[in-house]
Protein backbone atom coordinates (compact mmCIF):
# COMPACT_ATOMS: atom_id res chain seq x y z
CA UNK A 1 0.00 0.00 0.00
CA UNK A 2 1.38 3.14 -1.15
CA UNK A 3 0.83 6.15 1.95
CA UNK A 4 2.39 9.69 1.12
CA UNK A 5 4.10 10.91 4.42
CA UNK A 6 4.36 14.37 5.66
CA UNK A 7 7.66 15.37 4.59
CA UNK A 8 9.55 17.67 6.81
CA UNK A 9 10.75 21.09 4.88
CA UNK A 10 13.24 23.69 6.06
CA UNK A 11 10.16 26.20 6.92
CA UNK A 12 9.11 22.95 9.50
CA UNK A 13 12.81 22.65 10.59
CA UNK A 14 13.27 26.01 11.30
CA UNK A 15 10.09 26.30 13.49
CA UNK A 16 10.76 23.21 15.19
CA UNK A 17 13.60 25.58 16.58
CA UNK A 18 10.82 28.30 17.98
CA UNK A 19 8.86 25.68 19.56
CA UNK A 20 11.84 24.44 21.15
CA UNK A 21 12.36 27.98 22.81
CA UNK A 22 8.53 28.38 23.67
CA UNK A 23 8.34 24.77 25.31
CA UNK A 24 11.63 25.46 27.38
CA UNK A 25 10.05 29.26 28.55
CA UNK A 26 7.42 28.16 29.41
CA UNK A 27 8.14 25.16 31.58
CA UNK A 28 10.51 27.69 33.52
CA UNK A 29 7.50 30.10 34.10
CA UNK A 30 4.89 26.99 35.20
CA UNK A 31 7.51 25.59 37.29
CA UNK A 32 7.87 29.12 38.92
CA UNK A 33 4.25 29.74 39.45
CA UNK A 34 3.76 26.04 40.53
CA UNK A 35 6.35 26.60 43.43
CA UNK A 36 4.97 29.98 44.11
CA UNK A 37 1.18 28.41 44.65
CA UNK A 38 2.68 25.54 46.57
CA UNK A 39 4.71 28.03 49.10
CA UNK A 40 1.27 29.80 49.36
CA UNK A 41 -1.30 27.04 49.82
CA UNK A 42 0.62 24.60 51.72
CA UNK A 43 4.04 25.74 53.45
CA UNK A 44 2.81 28.97 54.09
CA UNK A 45 -1.42 28.85 55.14
CA UNK A 46 -0.94 25.19 56.57
CA UNK A 47 2.92 24.92 57.51
CA UNK A 48 3.14 21.62 55.28
CA UNK A 49 6.03 20.35 53.27
CA UNK A 50 6.51 17.69 51.41
CA UNK A 51 9.87 16.00 50.50
CA UNK A 52 11.01 16.84 47.25
CA UNK A 53 12.93 14.87 44.72
CA UNK A 54 16.43 14.49 44.17
CA UNK A 55 16.44 16.91 41.07
CA UNK A 56 13.79 19.00 42.06
CA UNK A 57 14.40 22.53 43.67
CA UNK A 58 12.43 25.61 44.84
CA UNK A 59 12.57 29.10 43.78
CA UNK A 60 10.60 30.58 46.71
CA UNK A 61 13.23 31.17 49.52
CA UNK A 62 11.85 33.74 51.73
CA UNK A 63 12.52 34.77 54.58
CA UNK A 64 9.37 34.49 56.11
CA UNK A 65 7.72 32.58 58.84
CA UNK A 66 4.94 30.29 58.08
CA UNK A 67 1.61 31.58 59.45
CA UNK A 68 -0.29 28.74 59.49
CA UNK A 69 -3.78 29.38 60.49
CA UNK A 70 -5.40 27.49 64.01
CA UNK A 71 -8.23 26.71 61.60
CA UNK A 72 -9.45 22.51 62.43
CA UNK A 73 -9.38 20.90 59.71
CA UNK A 74 -8.12 23.82 57.12
CA UNK A 75 -5.75 21.45 55.03
CA UNK A 76 -9.04 19.73 53.59
CA UNK A 77 -10.02 22.91 52.81
CA UNK A 78 -7.00 23.97 50.58
CA UNK A 79 -7.36 22.16 48.09
CA UNK A 80 -10.95 22.48 47.41
CA UNK A 81 -9.99 26.60 47.61
CA UNK A 82 -7.76 25.53 44.55
CA UNK A 83 -10.13 23.50 42.64
CA UNK A 84 -12.31 26.37 43.21
CA UNK A 85 -10.25 28.87 41.41
CA UNK A 86 -9.39 26.33 39.01
CA UNK A 87 -13.25 25.92 37.94
CA UNK A 88 -13.96 29.67 37.84
CA UNK A 89 -10.58 30.14 35.01
CA UNK A 90 -11.63 27.17 33.22
CA UNK A 91 -15.56 27.64 32.55
CA UNK A 92 -15.64 31.03 32.37
CA UNK A 93 -12.40 31.86 29.64
CA UNK A 94 -11.89 28.37 27.81
CA UNK A 95 -13.81 25.13 28.91
CA UNK A 96 -11.31 22.75 27.03
CA UNK A 97 -8.86 23.43 29.60
CA UNK A 98 -10.32 21.36 32.38
CA UNK A 99 -8.90 17.87 32.92
CA UNK A 100 -5.50 16.44 32.14
CA UNK A 101 -4.68 18.50 28.87
CA UNK A 102 -2.57 15.59 26.95
CA UNK A 103 -6.40 14.65 25.86
CA UNK A 104 -7.32 17.68 25.21
CA UNK A 105 -4.47 17.78 22.71
CA UNK A 106 -5.55 14.48 21.25
CA UNK A 107 -8.32 15.71 20.54
CA UNK A 108 -7.59 18.91 19.12
CA UNK A 109 -5.09 17.25 16.66
CA UNK A 110 -7.06 14.27 15.61
CA UNK A 111 -10.55 16.44 15.20
CA UNK A 112 -9.84 19.79 14.59
CA UNK A 113 -6.63 20.30 12.58
CA UNK A 114 -4.60 21.18 15.55
CA UNK A 115 -6.64 23.96 16.48
CA UNK A 116 -6.28 24.85 19.90
CA UNK A 117 -7.23 28.73 21.13
CA UNK A 118 -4.87 31.00 21.92
CA UNK A 119 -6.78 31.65 25.25
CA UNK A 120 -6.04 27.94 26.50
CA UNK A 121 -2.39 28.31 27.08
CA UNK A 122 -2.98 31.51 30.07
CA UNK A 123 -5.99 29.44 31.46
CA UNK A 124 -4.16 26.39 31.86
CA UNK A 125 -1.54 27.88 33.31
CA UNK A 126 -2.97 29.89 36.49
CA UNK A 127 -5.85 26.90 36.55
CA UNK A 128 -3.09 24.13 36.58
CA UNK A 129 -0.72 26.01 39.10
CA UNK A 130 -3.78 26.73 41.34
CA UNK A 131 -4.83 22.63 41.19
CA UNK A 132 -1.81 21.28 41.78
CA UNK A 133 -0.35 24.12 44.14
CA UNK A 134 -3.21 23.65 46.39
CA UNK A 135 -2.22 20.20 46.68
CA UNK A 136 -4.75 18.09 43.77
CA UNK A 137 -3.21 15.02 43.50
CA UNK A 138 -2.11 16.18 39.42
CA UNK A 139 1.02 16.14 37.57
CA UNK A 140 2.77 18.88 35.01
CA UNK A 141 2.53 16.69 31.81
CA UNK A 142 -0.57 17.52 30.65
CA UNK A 143 -1.09 21.06 31.78
CA UNK A 144 2.69 22.04 29.97
CA UNK A 145 1.93 20.04 26.95
CA UNK A 146 -1.50 21.90 26.30
CA UNK A 147 0.00 25.43 26.75
CA UNK A 148 3.08 24.76 24.66
CA UNK A 149 0.77 23.28 22.19
CA UNK A 150 -1.63 26.24 22.30
CA UNK A 151 0.81 28.59 21.51
CA UNK A 152 2.14 26.76 18.87
CA UNK A 153 -1.28 26.02 17.36
CA UNK A 154 -2.04 30.02 17.60
CA UNK A 155 1.23 30.92 16.05
CA UNK A 156 1.13 28.39 13.35
CA UNK A 157 -2.42 29.86 12.35
CA UNK A 158 -1.15 33.48 12.54
CA UNK A 159 1.92 31.93 9.93
CA UNK A 160 -0.24 30.31 7.25
CA UNK A 161 0.85 26.74 8.22
CA UNK A 162 -1.29 23.96 6.50
CA UNK A 163 -3.70 22.01 8.41
CA UNK A 164 -1.22 19.05 8.39
CA UNK A 165 1.68 20.66 8.99
CA UNK A 166 0.25 22.22 12.42
CA UNK A 167 -1.00 18.88 13.44
CA UNK A 168 2.61 17.75 13.50
CA UNK A 169 4.19 20.82 15.03
CA UNK A 170 1.14 20.68 17.97
CA UNK A 171 2.05 17.27 18.46
CA UNK A 172 5.53 18.47 18.65
CA UNK A 173 5.09 21.18 21.11
CA UNK A 174 3.41 19.06 23.00
CA UNK A 175 5.90 16.83 23.39
CA UNK A 176 8.75 19.43 23.78
CA UNK A 177 6.73 20.19 26.92
CA UNK A 178 6.87 17.58 28.30
CA UNK A 179 10.56 16.69 27.90
CA UNK A 180 11.45 19.97 28.99
CA UNK A 181 9.28 19.89 32.45
CA UNK A 182 10.62 16.06 33.14
CA UNK A 183 14.01 16.13 32.31
CA UNK A 184 13.53 13.48 29.27
CA UNK A 185 14.33 14.80 26.19
CA UNK A 186 14.20 11.52 24.17
CA UNK A 187 10.98 10.28 25.86
CA UNK A 188 9.01 13.59 25.25
CA UNK A 189 9.44 13.21 21.88
CA UNK A 190 8.84 9.47 21.78
CA UNK A 191 5.41 10.91 23.81
CA UNK A 192 4.57 12.79 20.74
CA UNK A 193 4.90 10.22 18.63
CA UNK A 194 2.96 7.41 20.82
CA UNK A 195 0.66 8.86 22.56
CA UNK A 196 -1.79 9.70 19.90
CA UNK A 197 -2.42 6.07 19.62
CA UNK A 198 -3.19 3.29 21.68
CA UNK A 199 -1.69 0.48 18.67
CA UNK A 200 0.32 2.94 16.38
CA UNK A 201 2.75 5.92 16.09
CA UNK A 202 2.15 9.30 14.91
CA UNK A 203 6.16 8.63 13.38
CA UNK A 204 5.91 12.12 11.02
CA UNK A 205 6.19 14.08 14.86
CA UNK A 206 9.36 12.68 15.90
CA UNK A 207 12.04 14.49 14.07
CA UNK A 208 10.52 17.93 15.13
CA UNK A 209 9.22 16.53 18.23
CA UNK A 210 13.18 15.23 19.31
CA UNK A 211 14.71 19.00 17.46
CA UNK A 212 11.92 20.61 19.71
CA UNK A 213 12.93 18.65 22.56
CA UNK A 214 15.85 18.80 23.35
CA UNK A 215 15.83 22.62 22.96
CA UNK A 216 13.36 23.00 25.86
CA UNK A 217 14.98 20.58 27.65
CA UNK A 218 18.05 22.83 27.68
CA UNK A 219 16.34 26.24 28.24
CA UNK A 220 14.45 24.72 31.41
CA UNK A 221 17.42 22.72 32.74
CA UNK A 222 19.93 26.16 32.43
CA UNK A 223 17.29 27.09 35.08
CA UNK A 224 16.25 24.42 37.13
CA UNK A 225 19.39 22.38 37.19
CA UNK A 226 20.80 19.79 35.06
CA UNK A 227 20.10 16.50 37.47
CA UNK A 228 17.61 14.04 36.86
CA UNK A 229 14.39 13.76 38.90
CA UNK A 230 15.11 11.11 40.70
CA UNK A 231 18.49 9.86 42.07
CA UNK A 232 18.72 6.14 42.29
CA UNK A 233 21.31 3.29 43.03
CA UNK A 234 23.50 2.16 40.28
CA UNK A 235 21.32 -0.66 38.94
CA UNK A 236 23.61 -3.87 38.59
CA UNK A 237 21.57 -5.96 35.52
CA UNK A 238 20.98 -9.93 36.65
CA UNK A 239 18.82 -12.11 34.48
CA UNK A 240 17.35 -14.34 37.61
CA UNK A 241 15.10 -10.90 38.15
CA UNK A 242 13.76 -10.96 34.93
CA UNK A 243 10.53 -13.32 35.68
CA UNK A 244 10.31 -11.15 38.73
CA UNK A 245 10.30 -8.12 36.30
CA UNK A 246 7.69 -9.57 34.68
CA UNK A 247 5.52 -10.34 37.30
CA UNK A 248 5.40 -7.38 38.36
CA UNK A 249 4.50 -5.80 34.90
CA UNK A 250 1.63 -8.36 35.10
CA UNK A 251 0.55 -7.06 38.40
CA UNK A 252 0.73 -3.22 36.99
CA UNK A 253 -1.15 -4.13 34.17
CA UNK A 254 -3.97 -5.10 36.22
CA UNK A 255 -3.56 -2.31 38.47
CA UNK A 256 -3.98 -0.32 35.54
CA UNK A 257 -7.17 -1.25 34.15
CA UNK A 258 -8.51 -0.75 38.07
CA UNK A 259 -7.00 3.18 37.88
CA UNK A 260 -8.85 4.06 34.36
CA UNK A 261 -12.34 2.44 35.40
CA UNK A 262 -11.93 4.07 38.44
CA UNK A 263 -11.01 7.49 36.88
CA UNK A 264 -13.64 7.57 34.59
CA UNK A 265 -16.39 6.08 36.75
CA UNK A 266 -15.63 9.57 38.71
CA UNK A 267 -15.85 11.27 36.44
CA UNK A 268 -18.72 10.91 34.33
CA UNK A 269 -19.94 11.02 38.41
CA UNK A 270 -19.00 14.19 38.11
CA UNK A 271 -20.41 14.86 34.63
CA UNK A 272 -23.72 13.93 35.67
CA UNK A 273 -24.26 16.57 38.78
CA UNK A 274 -27.09 19.29 37.97
CA UNK A 275 -24.73 22.30 39.77
CA UNK A 276 -22.50 24.29 37.79
CA UNK A 277 -19.41 23.17 36.98
CA UNK A 278 -16.87 25.51 38.06
CA UNK A 279 -18.04 24.08 42.01
CA UNK A 280 -17.16 20.45 40.75
CA UNK A 281 -13.34 21.20 40.80
CA UNK A 282 -13.81 22.59 44.40
CA UNK A 283 -16.52 19.13 45.07
CA UNK A 284 -13.49 17.07 43.84
CA UNK A 285 -10.45 19.17 46.05
CA UNK A 286 -12.39 19.09 49.22
CA UNK A 287 -12.51 15.17 48.85
CA UNK A 288 -9.02 15.05 48.36
CA UNK A 289 -8.38 17.89 51.44
CA UNK A 290 -9.90 15.26 53.71
CA UNK A 291 -7.81 12.71 52.34
CA UNK A 292 -5.22 14.26 52.93
CA UNK A 293 -5.99 14.66 57.01
CA UNK A 294 -4.88 11.12 57.27
CA UNK A 295 -2.63 10.64 54.02
CA UNK A 296 -0.77 13.92 53.13
CA UNK A 297 1.17 12.03 51.02
CA UNK A 298 -1.92 11.93 48.24
CA UNK A 299 -1.24 15.61 47.72
CA UNK A 300 0.42 17.48 44.79
CA UNK A 301 2.74 15.78 42.52
CA UNK A 302 4.54 13.36 44.96
CA UNK A 303 7.43 13.21 43.44
CA UNK A 304 8.76 13.38 47.01
CA UNK A 305 7.51 10.01 48.35
CA UNK A 306 8.80 8.23 45.31
CA UNK A 307 12.40 9.61 45.79
CA UNK A 308 11.51 8.06 49.41
CA UNK A 309 10.59 4.63 48.43
CA UNK A 310 13.68 4.43 46.16
CA UNK A 311 15.89 4.55 48.82
CA UNK A 312 13.49 2.00 51.12
CA UNK A 313 12.91 4.88 53.27
CA UNK A 314 9.08 4.43 52.95
CA UNK A 315 7.00 2.19 55.15
CA UNK A 316 5.72 -0.66 52.70
CA UNK A 317 2.13 -0.14 54.75
CA UNK A 318 2.01 3.72 53.70
CA UNK A 319 3.24 2.34 50.33
CA UNK A 320 0.33 -0.06 50.13
CA UNK A 321 -2.21 2.40 50.64
CA UNK A 322 -0.81 5.09 48.77
CA UNK A 323 -1.51 2.58 45.75
CA UNK A 324 -5.41 3.10 46.57
CA UNK A 325 -5.08 6.39 48.08
CA UNK A 326 -3.32 7.89 44.86
CA UNK A 327 -5.82 6.35 42.56
CA UNK A 328 -8.41 7.66 44.58
CA UNK A 329 -7.04 11.32 44.92
CA UNK A 330 -6.00 11.49 41.31
CA UNK A 331 -9.93 10.55 40.05
CA UNK A 332 -11.31 13.06 41.95
CA UNK A 333 -8.81 15.95 41.53
CA UNK A 334 -8.81 15.33 38.12
CA UNK A 335 -12.08 13.79 37.09
CA UNK A 336 -14.02 16.37 38.79
CA UNK A 337 -12.63 19.08 36.13
CA UNK A 338 -9.64 20.10 38.20
CA UNK A 339 -6.81 20.83 36.07
CA UNK A 340 -3.37 19.09 35.94
CA UNK A 341 -1.85 15.88 34.28
CA UNK A 342 -2.11 12.09 34.88
CA UNK A 343 1.48 11.55 34.40
CA UNK A 344 2.68 12.40 37.76
CA UNK A 345 -0.10 10.37 39.63
CA UNK A 346 0.47 7.51 37.71
CA UNK A 347 4.42 7.67 38.50
CA UNK A 348 3.49 7.92 42.17
CA UNK A 349 0.95 4.53 41.52
CA UNK A 350 3.55 2.68 39.57
CA UNK A 351 6.73 3.50 42.33
CA UNK A 352 3.99 1.93 44.82
CA UNK A 353 3.31 -0.79 43.07
CA UNK A 354 6.70 -1.59 42.33
CA UNK A 355 8.09 -0.76 45.70
CA UNK A 356 5.25 -3.56 47.80
CA UNK A 357 6.00 -5.98 45.20
CA UNK A 358 10.08 -5.24 46.27
CA UNK A 359 9.55 -5.91 49.67
CA UNK A 360 7.24 -8.85 49.20
CA UNK A 361 9.96 -9.98 46.97
CA UNK A 362 12.70 -9.63 49.49
CA UNK A 363 10.75 -10.85 52.07
CA UNK A 364 9.59 -14.17 50.54
CA UNK A 365 12.68 -14.99 48.45
CA UNK A 366 15.60 -12.84 50.29
CA UNK A 367 18.96 -13.14 48.67
CA UNK A 368 17.28 -13.22 45.47
CA UNK A 369 17.32 -9.37 44.77
CA UNK A 370 20.28 -6.84 44.81
CA UNK A 371 18.09 -3.99 45.62
CA UNK A 372 14.16 -3.88 45.99
CA UNK A 373 14.31 0.17 45.12
CA UNK A 374 14.71 -0.76 41.19
CA UNK A 375 11.33 -2.45 41.61
CA UNK A 376 9.96 1.27 42.88
CA UNK A 377 12.02 2.42 39.37
CA UNK A 378 10.15 -0.11 37.00
CA UNK A 379 6.96 0.35 38.71
CA UNK A 380 6.49 3.78 37.58
CA UNK A 381 7.98 2.58 33.87
CA UNK A 382 5.30 -0.70 33.67
CA UNK A 383 2.51 1.50 35.12
CA UNK A 384 2.01 4.41 33.01
CA UNK A 385 2.76 1.99 29.86
CA UNK A 386 0.02 0.08 30.36
CA UNK A 387 -2.38 3.09 31.54
CA UNK A 388 -1.96 5.32 28.99
CA UNK A 389 -0.54 2.94 26.32
CA UNK A 390 2.92 4.78 25.68
CA UNK A 391 5.45 1.70 26.16
CA UNK A 392 8.55 3.03 24.60
CA UNK A 393 7.92 6.59 26.19
CA UNK A 394 7.91 4.95 29.52
CA UNK A 395 11.04 3.22 29.29
CA UNK A 396 12.75 5.93 28.11
CA UNK A 397 11.33 8.62 30.63
CA UNK A 398 11.74 6.69 33.99
CA UNK A 399 15.50 6.18 32.63
CA UNK A 400 16.15 9.39 31.81
CA UNK A 401 14.73 10.98 34.75
CA UNK A 402 16.66 7.95 36.96
CA UNK A 403 19.73 8.63 35.08
CA UNK A 404 20.23 4.99 34.75
CA UNK A 405 19.69 3.09 31.62
CA UNK A 406 21.25 -0.33 32.82
CA UNK A 407 17.21 -0.68 33.70
CA UNK A 408 16.33 -0.54 29.83
CA UNK A 409 16.15 -4.74 29.94
CA UNK A 410 13.94 -4.70 33.07
CA UNK A 411 11.91 -1.83 31.95
CA UNK A 412 11.33 -3.31 28.33
CA UNK A 413 10.19 -6.84 29.52
CA UNK A 414 7.43 -5.42 32.21
CA UNK A 415 6.74 -2.23 30.41
CA UNK A 416 5.56 -4.54 27.37
CA UNK A 417 3.68 -7.30 29.77
CA UNK A 418 1.69 -4.64 31.37
CA UNK A 419 1.01 -2.67 27.77
CA UNK A 420 -0.48 -6.11 26.62
CA UNK A 421 -2.18 -6.59 30.01
CA UNK A 422 -4.18 -3.64 30.28
CA UNK A 423 -5.62 -4.25 26.84
CA UNK A 424 -7.36 -1.23 25.62
CA UNK A 425 -7.75 0.69 28.79
CA UNK A 426 -6.15 3.98 28.41
CA UNK A 427 -6.49 7.01 30.77
CA UNK A 428 -6.64 9.21 27.46
CA UNK A 429 -9.91 8.62 26.12
CA UNK A 430 -9.19 10.40 22.78
CA UNK A 431 -6.57 8.17 22.03
CA UNK A 432 -7.17 5.99 18.86
CA UNK A 433 -6.47 2.54 17.82
CA UNK A 434 -4.71 3.17 14.36
CA UNK A 435 -3.82 6.01 12.49
CA UNK A 436 -6.24 5.35 9.86
CA UNK A 437 -9.06 5.68 12.24
CA UNK A 438 -7.98 9.57 12.69
CA UNK A 439 -9.38 12.52 10.25
CA UNK A 440 -6.01 13.61 9.56
CA UNK A 441 -5.12 10.84 7.63
CA UNK A 442 -8.05 10.50 5.47
CA UNK A 443 -6.22 12.01 2.44
CA UNK A 444 -2.86 9.94 2.42
CA UNK A 445 -5.63 6.54 3.29
CA UNK A 446 -8.09 7.69 0.39
CA UNK A 447 -4.84 8.36 -1.83
CA UNK A 448 -3.47 4.81 -0.92
CA UNK A 449 -6.63 3.02 -1.92
CA UNK A 450 -6.90 5.15 -5.22
CA UNK A 451 -3.39 3.52 -6.09
CA UNK A 452 -4.22 -0.10 -5.23
CA UNK A 453 -7.16 -0.28 -6.69
CA UNK A 454 -6.74 -0.73 -10.86
CA UNK A 455 -8.97 0.91 -13.97
CA UNK A 456 -9.55 -2.84 -14.87
CA UNK A 457 -11.56 -3.54 -11.32
CA UNK A 458 -14.03 -0.72 -11.94
CA UNK A 459 -14.33 -0.26 -16.18
CA UNK A 460 -17.21 -1.81 -17.92
CA UNK A 461 -17.41 -3.01 -21.88
CA UNK A 462 -20.15 -0.57 -22.39
CA UNK A 463 -19.02 2.32 -24.82
CA UNK A 464 -19.98 4.80 -27.31
CA UNK A 465 -17.94 6.42 -30.06
CA UNK A 466 -17.53 9.62 -32.59
CA UNK A 467 -16.01 8.55 -35.83
CA UNK A 468 -13.33 11.25 -37.35
CA UNK A 469 -15.00 12.06 -40.31
CA UNK A 470 -18.66 12.71 -38.63
CA UNK A 471 -19.96 16.41 -39.33
CA UNK A 472 -19.81 19.01 -36.13
CA UNK A 473 -23.30 19.58 -36.32
CA UNK A 474 -24.03 15.65 -36.03
CA UNK A 475 -21.64 14.82 -33.31
CA UNK A 476 -23.75 17.76 -31.25
CA UNK A 477 -26.93 15.91 -31.57
CA UNK A 478 -25.40 12.76 -30.80
CA UNK A 479 -23.75 14.26 -27.56
CA UNK A 480 -26.88 15.75 -26.92
CA UNK A 481 -28.99 12.57 -27.47
CA UNK A 482 -26.42 10.31 -25.07
CA UNK A 483 -26.15 13.07 -22.48
CA UNK A 484 -22.26 12.60 -22.00
CA UNK A 485 -19.96 15.29 -21.56
CA UNK A 486 -17.10 13.96 -23.51
CA UNK A 487 -16.87 10.75 -26.37
CA UNK A 488 -14.35 9.25 -27.84
CA UNK A 489 -13.17 9.95 -31.45
CA UNK A 490 -12.13 6.72 -33.54
CA UNK A 491 -10.51 7.15 -37.14
CA UNK A 492 -10.81 4.84 -39.77
CA UNK A 493 -9.10 1.85 -38.52
CA UNK A 494 -10.81 1.79 -35.30
CA UNK A 495 -8.03 3.35 -33.06
CA UNK A 496 -8.80 5.82 -30.41
CA UNK A 497 -7.72 9.66 -31.33
CA UNK A 498 -8.94 11.34 -28.52
CA UNK A 499 -11.78 13.23 -27.29
CA UNK A 500 -14.86 15.59 -28.73
CA UNK A 501 -16.37 17.71 -25.42
CA UNK A 502 -19.16 20.07 -25.05
CA UNK A 503 -16.38 22.77 -24.31
CA UNK A 504 -14.67 21.81 -27.71
CA UNK A 505 -18.08 22.70 -29.53
CA UNK A 506 -18.69 26.06 -27.57
CA UNK A 507 -16.95 28.15 -29.42
CA UNK A 508 -16.84 26.94 -32.80
CA UNK A 509 -19.29 29.00 -34.87
CA UNK A 510 -23.03 28.27 -35.98
CA UNK A 511 -22.53 29.03 -39.54
CA UNK A 512 -19.33 26.18 -39.66
CA UNK A 513 -20.87 23.70 -38.04
CA UNK A 514 -22.27 22.05 -41.31
CA UNK A 515 -18.67 22.49 -42.80
CA UNK A 516 -16.11 21.24 -40.14
CA UNK A 517 -15.44 17.47 -39.39
CA UNK A 518 -15.02 16.03 -36.00
CA UNK A 519 -11.32 15.81 -36.61
CA UNK A 520 -11.07 19.21 -37.24
CA UNK A 521 -11.46 19.95 -33.49
CA UNK A 522 -10.32 17.14 -31.77
CA UNK A 523 -7.47 17.19 -29.52
CA UNK A 524 -5.15 14.66 -29.95
CA UNK A 525 -3.49 13.80 -26.53
CA UNK A 526 -3.33 11.32 -23.70
CA UNK A 527 -7.17 11.56 -22.27
CA UNK A 528 -7.12 7.77 -21.69
CA UNK A 529 -6.53 5.21 -19.29
CA UNK A 530 -4.99 1.48 -19.32
CA UNK A 531 -6.50 -1.07 -17.88
CA UNK A 532 -3.47 -1.27 -14.95
CA UNK A 533 -3.57 2.17 -14.17
CA UNK A 534 -4.83 3.07 -10.62
CA UNK A 535 -8.34 4.74 -10.76
CA UNK A 536 -6.20 7.84 -8.87
CA UNK A 537 -4.76 8.31 -12.53
CA UNK A 538 -8.71 8.37 -13.96
CA UNK A 539 -9.59 10.80 -11.02
CA UNK A 540 -7.03 13.27 -11.75
CA UNK A 541 -7.47 13.17 -16.00
CA UNK A 542 -11.59 13.56 -14.59
CA UNK A 543 -11.12 16.66 -12.77
CA UNK A 544 -8.13 17.80 -15.41
CA UNK A 545 -10.89 17.47 -18.45
CA UNK A 546 -13.57 18.26 -16.22
CA UNK A 547 -15.89 14.99 -17.94
CA UNK A 548 -16.97 12.55 -15.87
CA UNK A 549 -16.15 9.46 -18.17
CA UNK A 550 -13.23 8.08 -19.76
CA UNK A 551 -12.09 5.77 -22.49
CA UNK A 552 -9.76 2.84 -21.75
CA UNK A 553 -7.19 1.49 -24.33
CA UNK A 554 -5.57 -1.97 -24.43
CA UNK A 555 -1.98 -2.25 -24.91
CA UNK A 556 0.15 -2.34 -27.75
CA UNK A 557 0.18 0.04 -31.04
CA UNK A 558 -3.16 -0.01 -32.42
CA UNK A 559 -4.84 1.99 -29.47
CA UNK A 560 -8.23 0.84 -29.74
CA UNK A 561 -11.40 1.36 -27.13
CA UNK A 562 -11.86 -1.63 -24.63
CA UNK A 563 -13.98 -0.15 -22.32
CA UNK A 564 -15.25 3.13 -19.95
CA UNK A 565 -14.34 4.11 -16.50
CA UNK A 566 -17.21 6.42 -15.16
CA UNK A 567 -17.33 8.69 -12.11
CA UNK A 568 -20.12 6.75 -10.91
CA UNK A 569 -18.08 3.46 -11.38
CA UNK A 570 -15.54 4.82 -9.37
CA UNK A 571 -17.86 5.60 -6.33
CA UNK A 572 -19.77 2.20 -6.43
CA UNK A 573 -16.38 0.45 -6.34
CA UNK A 574 -15.23 2.60 -3.35
CA UNK A 575 -18.39 2.26 -1.53
CA UNK A 576 -17.99 -1.74 -1.34
CA UNK A 577 -14.19 -1.21 -0.76
CA UNK A 578 -15.95 0.43 2.36
CA UNK A 579 -18.31 -2.09 3.50
Request: hydrophobic share 50%; with cysteine.
Amino acid sequence: MVVKRFLITRKILFFTILIGIVAGFSAVLFYILLDIFDWFFLETLVDFSAPQAYGERSFIELEIEPFALEIPGLLSIIPAIGGFFSGLAVYNIAPEAEGHGTDAVIKAVHEFGGGIRGRVAFTKLFASAATIGSGGSAGREGPIAQITASIVSFLAEKLKFSEREREILVMAAAAAGVGSIFKSPVGGALFGVEVPYRKDYEVEVFIPALISSFIGYAIFCSVVGWQPIFKAPLYTFSPIELPLFALLGLVAGLFARIYVRIFYIVRDGFKGLRIPDYYKPAIGGLIVGLMAIFFPQVLSTGYGWVQLAIYGELAVEIMFILIFAKILATAFTIGSGGSGGVFAPSIVIGAMIGGVFGHLVALLMPGIICDPGVFVIIGMSCFFAGAAKVPLTSIIMVAEMTGDYNILAPAILASTISYLISGDASIYENQLEYREESPIHLPELISSVLEKIKVEDVMTPDFQVIPEDMLIIQAKQFIAKINQVAVPVINGKGEYIGLLSVYDLMNIPTEKMDKLRVRDVTKRDRTYVLPKDPIKKAISLMIEKRIFRLPVINYGEKREIIGCIAYEDIIKALYYKAV
